[in-house]
């Protein structure tokens, strides 16, 4: 069996977390091909796919959606699991009371859902450094407004336990059971 994953992200938060995505199946002796969603892809080469991007004001990059869209077809016909990164801080709960990843939920995962079935979808927390070298103009700026400030924190917040335990799941969910194969000896 061979998977793909592939990312979209526009710092590398997100591209960090699929390596270790990846990383996880790879030690797991699952193949890996690990690839941006903007590089030549054929879905039909693959037995399974992960894809994630980084969610800027609750959406998806775009490549990253039009890549799904563009190879839904491909893509419904394999197991498919979705995931990205997004919400910065420390805070499980939102102000309205909400789990905090469940409400960063980007728009397309219910787009998706319909679309190719994935198996799951997951929100992870991000990354946030305004004083990044690449950071534009706007992210620097958003910096100097303290309401802003408060409630989007610098820092790595990625949750690496979480990451692995969802990767560690999505290989349980490739395998055979080793009880089941037993059974069948």
């Not at 910065?88 to 190719?116: M, N, S, W, Y």
């Not at 004083?131 to 534009?136: I, L, M």
């Not at 979480?162 to 059971?177: D, F, K, M, N, Y």
Request: hydrophobic share 45%; proline share 6%; net charge negative.
């Amino acid at each position: 069996m061979r998977v793909l994953v592939a990312y979209a992200s526009r710092h590398g938060s997100t591209m960090g977390i699929a390596q270790r995505i990846a990383a996880e199946l790879e030690r797991q002796e699952i193949p890996v091909a690990f690839k941006r969603v903007d590089e030549p892809i054929r879905v039909e080469s693959y037995q399974a796919c992960i894809i994630g991007s980084s969610v800027y004001l609750g959406r998806w990059e775009p490549q990253a959606a039009e890549f799904v869209r563009t190879n839904a077809e491909s893509l419904s016909r394999r197991p498919v699991w979705l995931f990205c990164s997004g919400p910065v801080g420390t805070d499980h709960v939102d102000k309205q009371g909400r789990d905090a990843l469940e409400a960063a939920q980007p728009k397309e995962f219910a787009e998706f859902a319909d679309l190719i079935h994935p198996k799951a979808e997951q929100v992870f927390y991000g990354v946030y450094d305004p004083a990044r070298k690449d950071a534009t103009l706007a992210e620097r700026l958003i910096m100097k407004v303290p309401a802003i400030r408060n409630e989007l924190p610098a820092g790595d917040f990625r949750d690496w336990d979480a990451i692995e335990s969802w990767a560690e799941g999505i290989v349980r969910a490739l395998r055979p059971t080793e009880v089941g194969a037993a059974a069948e000896a």
